[in-house]
């Protein structure tokens, strides 16, 4: 899912959590998981299609915040 579908999603409800998780591709980077309700997720993904990896946790914190307007807390699960 691409970011403006994500704010689309989000807006009409369909959104119901966001989960940072290791990029099995990228060592060391994080891809964003967005959970829907009914069970649906999908991976953020790029222009290309591709899951969007992230650097840092702070840089896919300020992407959720793109999408949903804020980030109240945050859960790490090991």
């Known amino acids: 899912m691409q970011i403006k579908k994500a704010k689309e999603y989000f807006e009409l409800g369909a959104i119901t959590g966001f989960h940072a998780v290791r990029d099995p ?12 309700k009914e069970h649906r997720d999908w991976t953020l993904q790029t222009a290309k299609n591709e899951a969007k990896s992230f650097s840092s946790m702070d ?17 790490i699960t090991p």
């Open 25 to 36: 591709v990228q060592p060391g980077n994080w891809i964003l998981s967005i959970t829907g």
């Open 59 to 75: 840089s896919l914190i300020k992407e959720v915040e793109r999408i949903a307007g804020r980030v109240s807390s945050l859960k």
